[in-house]
């Protein structure tokens, strides 16, 4: 199927696409995550050691699988602003970050109040908490950089090689920070699964579903925003029916 | 202070080498014009590894846990404080964007200035450390580790705040920017210094995190020249 | 299950507070872009 991609590289022709798509995620996101929620906490049994706190890994895992999986989708559209100078794989990139950061958060968030009824602590230096910490200050930077930049082009690039030197690092990260956990706590307390009934990982890939198709809600309608705010001088825009769409 | 600007036969030849020895040469007799701006930098290096003592306790236990990690983030924070120099000067007075427009590559010139960088901020640091040392109570042999691993991971300090820099060429509140922008990348030098440090006090293998360390610089070396070069043409644009 | 249900309350709250932050912020900033594009 030979589809023109170009066009929709132009902001004006997908502009309208993004206000489309958007509401259909997030209408996906509720349903996936109303199903996991019905799996995890109905479906799935009590853990027998760590009781009904367990429950919470159905939204910590997801949150930290997002914030990685942003962090990568927001490389890609770096290379790709920085290979073919498009400005709409740019804005893609600059409408990721905060969805990126917030999943960061929320997976830090999470798995400290899981980790206090379970370990007794709200932060146990573990490998994968630590990382995520980094990861956030990551998206930070880049979100940083990318306000104190006033030329939005300047900022496209410069926040694109961030990204990119920034993702060369995090896996050099996770794995200095893992050698450092390893050698300083010995046993592994990470909350991190030997064994788990289908249940349980059904429910983790449901609401792991859900956290993407929000975060691609989230995005395209902050890419929405984006491309008003920055196109504001261009014809198109106001060429643009009356601002009661979509919203 | 005055700049010096590629003379055109200095520029003939347009080879990487020439360019990098050019840039290197110019960036040390520049630095090496401000000792005293030299001599700050050091002091801040030492004052810090002074403050954590006094902030916790000079007992021997405290001392052995927090030696290595201090040693290290003194360091980095040290190396921090001079990295405005690294590019901001030169384009506040437009040297900068001559040396773009020269024809040699980008990224030999940068090579070049992170070079001059470390041997004015990082390689003190490195010699200074063994008196540093001192005040943790790191017998000898751990202060070879300790300077091995900082002779490693100073020059990565450089190549990667180099990048910082060039990002950040120009922009309000540059200075904790760079340090967000960058300490997370350090990481893990940070984490390997200081390792070698406690595995070789411990009776342990240190010579894997200093391996490391030197793979990391190799890295470093290859790819941050071309990502600081890149950033500075985006600064300049 | 009491005593589990201020974590998980706090867990589950705060992604769920996250959540309708973010859309409500992004409604108000895209509604301003389209003013602003408008005048």
Known sequence: MAINWYRYASPATFLPVAERLAPWFASAAAALAIAALYVGFVVAPTDATQGEAYRIIYVHVPTAWMAMFVYLVMAFWSALALAFNTRLSAMMAQALAPSGALMAFLALWTGAFWGRPTWGTYWAWDARMTSTLILLFLYFGVIALRNAIDDPRRADRACAVLTLVGAVNVPIIYFSVRWWNTLHQGASVTPGSSSMATTMLTGMLLMSLAAWAWCIAAALWRAGAIILERERGAAWVGALPSARGAS | MTAIAPRDDDAASGDALGGFAWALARDVRLALRTPSELGVQLLFYIVVVTLFPLATSPDRAMLDALGPGVLWVAALLASLLSLPRLFALDQADGTLEQIALSPWPLPAIVSGKIAAHWLTTGLPVVLLSPLAALQYGLDAGAIGVLAAGLALGTPILSLLGAIGAALTLGVRASGALVALLVLPLYVPVLIFGALAVDAFRGGMAYDASLSLLGAGLIAAALGAPFAAAAAVRIALD | ?39
């Open chain 3, 1 to 39: 299950m009491s005593a589990y249900a201020f974590y998980l309350g706090m867990a589950y709250g705060a992604c769920a507070l996250a959540v309708v932050v973010e859309a409500l912020t992004l409604r108000a900033r895209r509604r301003r872009a389209r003013e602003g594009a408008k005048a």
